[in-house]
């Protein structure tokens, strides 16, 4: 099936910096990615939808200038918390959108990135 | 707008079956996922039914009634490793998934 990674897995950072998520399409090209939020013992909840040249559009009450999203090629998109704060900590998903239809599953997730804010 | 609901958590005994049902209101529908989640990990996909029916899949079946806004998940001979959270995710408009609340599961020897 269709691998999507992120990167990183993992990252610790101090209150008020900003971080940057990665999410790949390794084998396939993805106009459309999403990305979401989960918190602990949650589901998750689609942040924003990220297209291939041009502008993501995001969910009602996410902050479109403190969650800058980037969708430059097809392959790539990128997730930038900006001036981050301890109340951003969460497991932060993207998923790829395969092109085509008729196929049964459309979305694939990458494996997350942890975030934890000081 | 969109509703998905599913029980929060549920409990099972090792070989036994359990069902989780998940009901649905939504403005627009292009089929209905079901996904296995570990703490920590992302979402795996288990199952997609977008006409009325039953699927089966090894030791999983996923069950659709359009009419109803109606699913269930069945997982028979349960293992351990099957503890975990169960998302319900219905496909609307722009491939677009919403999901529900995920029921989790403790299977118990």
């Known amino acids: 099936g269709a691998v999507v990674s992120q990167h990183p897995s993992w990252v610790i950072c101090k209150s008020g910096t900003s971080v940057k998520i990665e999410c790949r399409s390794l084998?396939?090209?993805?106009?459309?990615m999403f990305w979401y939020r989960q918190f602990p013992k949650q589901s998750l909840m689609l942040m924003a939808t990220?297209?291939?040249?041009?502008?993501?559009?995001?969910e009602q009450g996410v902050e479109k200038d403190k969650f800058l999203i980037n969708h430059a090629s097809l392959t790539l998109s990128t997730l930038t918390v900006t001036s981050a704060h301890p109340e951003d900590s969460s497991f932060y998903i993207c998923s790829a959108l395969t092109p085509g239809s008729g196929v049964q599953e459309t979305q694939y997730f990458g494996p997350g990135t942890r975030l934890l804010v000081l | 707008g969109q509703n998905i609901d599913q029980p929060t958590e549920m409990t099972a005994t090792e070989g036994a079956i359990v069902q989780i049902n998940c009901t649905y209101q939504?403005?627009?529908?292009?089929?209905l996922f079901w996904y296995q989640q570990h703490a920590g990990e992302a979402p795996t996909f288990l199952s997609y039914n977008v006409l009325d029916g039953l699927e089966e899949k090894g030791r999983f079946s996923s069950f659709l009634s359009r009419s109803k806004g109606y699913s269930y998940l069945l997982l028979k001979e349960l293992q351990m490793k099957d503890s975990a959270s169960y998302l319900c995710?219905?496909?609307?408009?722009?491939?677009?998934?919403?999901f529900g609340g995920g029921t989790r599961l403790m299977v118990k020897p």
């Open positions: 084998d396939f090209q993805a106009t459309t």
């Open positions: 990220s297209n291939e040249g041009s502008k993501a559009t995001y």
């Open positions: 995710a219905v496909r609307g408009a722009g491939n677009m998934l919403t």
């Open positions: 939504t403005s627009g529908f292009n089929g």
